[in-house]
Structure formats: C-alpha cells, structure tokens
C-alpha cells in the first residue's frame, strides 16, 4: 500500500525509544570534535558540564541539588538504586514495565527487606501509601509500555527521611515537574531527550546525596559499576567513572539547547500536550480508536496508547512501515490490539497530524 506523499509526515519515527533524533542532531554529529576524544580531556567534560547545567536549568534546581551521571541507562540506575539508595526496604508502584523492573531489583538483592510492590490494572496507576518501615518510594513519572502518567508528589505520613525516586525516562522534558517534591528523579536521554542510550542522569537532593554517602560508608559490598558515591564524585568534575556514550552526550545536550532556546520546560511540555491532544482528539473522534488510558488525568502527554477495534493493530502498523513511520507498535508485553506513538518534544506536532490522516488512509484502503 503506497499511502500518497502529501499525507506523509517529515519524519516517521514514532518510536518511544530509542526514539527520533532530529536530522540536523544526526549531522551536528559528523563535525562534532568531541567524537573519538577522551573523556578525561576538557572538550568533553565541557560537553558533560554543559548538560548538567542544562539539567540543572531545566527543572531551576535549588543550590543544594546535584546532576549526577553515570553509564548504562536507566536499567542500570534500578540496580545502583537498589545497591546504593535503598537502607532497607522500599515500596513499588508497579503499573508497567518499568516500575515493576525496579521493583524486582529490589526484591532480589539480599541485603535489603522485602519491598512493597503496589500494582493496578494497566491503564491505570496506584497511589504511594505511607507505610512504617519504608526508606524509599519508588515510582515511574510515565509509564512508557501503557503510556500512564501518575503524579510526582511527597508521601505524606511516612518515615521521616524516607526518600521519593523517580523515574523519569520518558517524561524528562515532557512533563510538568516541581523537582522539591522528590529526592532522585532519574532518566535516561534515549527516551523524551532525542538523544542515544547508554547513560543515566539523576537529579538528586541534599536527603539523596547524604543517603549515597550514609550507605557507602557502610559495610555493603557495592559493585563498582553501580557505585553511587563514585558516580557523585566523578559527576562533581564533569566526567563518569567509566567511558560514556558521547554520542548520547552530544544529541542530550543539542536537544536541552534548542528546549532552552525555544522557552525551557514550558515550551516542551506545551509541545508534547499539543501533540498528544491531537492523538487523544483524533482517537475520540475516530470510529475504531480509542484511547487506552480513560482517565484523562492519566493520560500521558508524552506516550499516547490507543487501542483498536475491528481492524489488526499489526496490519496497520505493516502499512506504515512500508511508508516509513515506525515503531508505533503497542507494547509487547501489554498484548493488545494497541497503538503506542511517542509525542517527545523532538515530534513535531503537524507531524502528528499527519499520522492520524496516514492512519485514517491506511485503515480506509486495507482490504483494497
Ligand atoms: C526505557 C525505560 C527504561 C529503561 O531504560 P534503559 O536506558 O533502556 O535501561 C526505564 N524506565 C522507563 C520509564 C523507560 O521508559
């Protein structure tokens, strides 16, 4: 099926990650001098100064929060965490993917306590609850495989030092924060930042940073590579404790520019719900999508999930793909007749548009 050029977005890469790098990033690339040089050398902690500043601007971090880097993406920061800012037992929400891999990070190391693992329908997410004996609260901001945003917010009523990390991987950028309202907000650039896989960011507080330091000076075996104390310390000079990915640097600090240049979080976050709301509104409209997640409150702004009737999500998606958009399959895991498309701030929103009518067209001319 040959879906006619007028209706063809600028660029078909729909994916929730690794997600679009803009064409002009891609390029930016070929003459960056960063590529191929070492990271202990001042053009690349230059580079990884400038994104910890970004980052820093981004979210008006207050002085005493820090931007700590390290390597391995934010699967690896589920270990670190559970290595590094766990004391003794966490609780979970679990309401997709992701949640429920650090949960099981938690659950399987043998120094802590068993944690609590909140779970609700996909579609939906749980609330935190105060709970005696909890250290860390631990929740995903978007829940990239249902597309389910859920508030970032204090516990009220817990232990008294308790700790709120979050993972931000798919809504850094994308979605309203107030930064003071947790302790680690974590993620990595491959997601909602335009940018390559391989590294973790995490934004953490003063209760965080003395948490880090509190549990490495204890007698803890803690790998190296998930060291949290060191992943401090090396932050602190711009630089990681092993080799990064510069790539990722280059495209994550190319994508916080032009965010910074076009107005900061304001302008990206209005970016994504101008995008996603055309997803939502079309879904409504439309006589065989639906939006997945019910609750508009849920909704996420970042990662729109629609769900199908009466026509093969897997066709549909084959359609496109000949045409070159891709990727907007549903999430695996999920098994549903189901859409999943990336409204990241790298999206244009009239690219959008165009992939509801492509959409429409494809569906329309099926069986043809
Ligand atoms: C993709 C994703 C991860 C995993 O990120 P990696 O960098 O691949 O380890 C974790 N959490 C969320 C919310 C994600 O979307």
Redesign the pocket.
């Known amino acids: 099926m040959q879906i006619p050029k007028k209706l063809l977005p600028s660029d078909g890469r729909f994916g ?2 690794p997600s679009k790098v803009p064409h002009q990033a891609m390029e930016a690339l070929a003459t960056s001098s960063v590529i191929g040089t070492s990271h202990r050398q001042a053009p690349v902690r230059a580079l990884v100064g400038s994104v910890r500043e970004q980052i820093r601007a981004l979210y008006s971090l207050p002085d005493d929060y820090e931007v700590v880097l390290g390597v ?5 920061f589920f270990d670190a965490a559970t290595f590094g800012l766990i004391r003794e037992r966490s609780q979970h929400l679990a309401f997709g993917e ?1 949640g429920a ?1 650090f949960a099981r990070a938690a659950e399987r190391a043998p120094f802590l306590g068993d944690p609590t693992v909140v779970t609700s329908e996909p579609g939906t997410h749980p609330d935190a609850h105060p709970e005696a004996g909890i250290d860390v609260y631990a929740w ?1 901001h ?3 495989s249902t597309g389910v945003t859920a508030p970032v917010r204090r516990v009220e009523g817990g232990d008294d030092g308790a700790l709120v990390i979050i ?1 931000g ?2 809504a850094a950028a994308g979605i309203p924060l107030d930064i003071t309202q947790c302790d680690v907000y974590f993620f ?1 650039p ?2 909602a930042l335009a940018s390559d ?2 590294i ?1 960011f995490a934004v953490m507080s003063p209760a965080a940073l003395a948490r880090v330091e509190e549990i490495a000076a204890s007698s803890r075996w803690i790998p190296a590579f998930f060291d949290l104390a060191a992943a401090v310390d090396n932050s602190r000079k711009d630089q990681t404790y092993n080799t990064p990915p510069l790539a990722s640097l280059v495209w994550t600090d190319l994508q916080l520019r032009t965010i910074h240049e076009n107005g900061g979080l304001a302008w990206s976050v209005a970016r994504c719900e101008d995008s996603s709301s055309r997803l939502y509104g079309w879904a409504e409209q439309s006589s065989y999508a639906t939006p997945f997640v019910a609750d508009p409150g849920k909704q996420s702004p970042t990662v729109v999930t629609i769900d199908l009737e009466g026509v093969h999500a897997s066709a549909v998606t084959a359609a496109l793909r000949e045409n070159g958009i891709v990727d907007i399959d549903g999430y695996r895991g999920l098994g549903r007749n189901q859409l999943r498309i990336a409204t990241f701030p790298a999206i244009e929103p009239d690219d959008v548009t165009l992939l509801t009518q492509c959409l429409d067209y494809v569906v329309e001319h099926l069986d043809d």
Request: aromatic residues 10%; without cysteine; hydrophobic residues 25%.
């Open positions: 929730s990650g391995g993406g934010s699967t690896a992701f891999k995903a978007n829940e990239t993972d991987t798919s990595a491959q997601k896989a391989g973790w």
